[in-house]
Nanobody, 127 residues
Framework: QGQLVESGGGLVQAGDSLRLSCVASGRTFSRYAMGWFRQAPGKEREFVAAISGNGGRTSYTNSVKGRFTISRNNAENTVYLQMNSLKSDDTAVYYC????????????????????WGKGTLVTVSS
């Protein structure tokens, strides 16, 4: 596991949908929790969503719950972020991340340490 390559970004209108993909290199993809972060202009990078290695656990930031869905295909070393009902506030560079160590507690809180980052893909939502 070492290289993460995102794709799928682009310019869309508010209310549209977009699906981001992140392909990972290596043979141990299923051992990594995967996630998406984003960074809007002038703002710090923020967590968006995460998924466990086997896909059984997911987490989302509140602002995207009900609109975004994270999923993964371990046979293809790929993680996805389906984004629906996009808003102008979703405009950002979206980064894929991989974590070898990730733990969800009983309340659903995720503790993890990011080991690898992608270079990002730009999503622009026009209002």
């Amino acid at each position: 596991q070492g290289q993460l390559v995102e794709s799928g970004g682009g310019l869309v209108q508010a209310g549209d949908s977009l699906r981001l993909s992140c392909v990972a290199s290596g043979r141990t993809f299923s051992r990594y929790a995967m996630g998406w972060f984003r960074q809007a202009p002038g703002k710090e990078r923020e967590f968006v969503a995460a998924i466990s290695g086997n896909g059984g656990r997911t987490s989302y930031t509140n602002s995207v719950k009900g609109r975004f869905t994270i999923s993964r295909n371990n046979a293809e070393n790929t993680v996805y972020l389906q984004m629906n009902s996009l808003k102008s506030d979703d405009t950002a560079v979206y980064y894929c991340a991989a974590a070898r160590t990730a733990t969800w507690d009983d309340s659903g809180y995720l503790r993890w340490t990011i080991d690898y980052w992608g270079k990002g893909t730009l999503v622009t939502v026009s209002s």
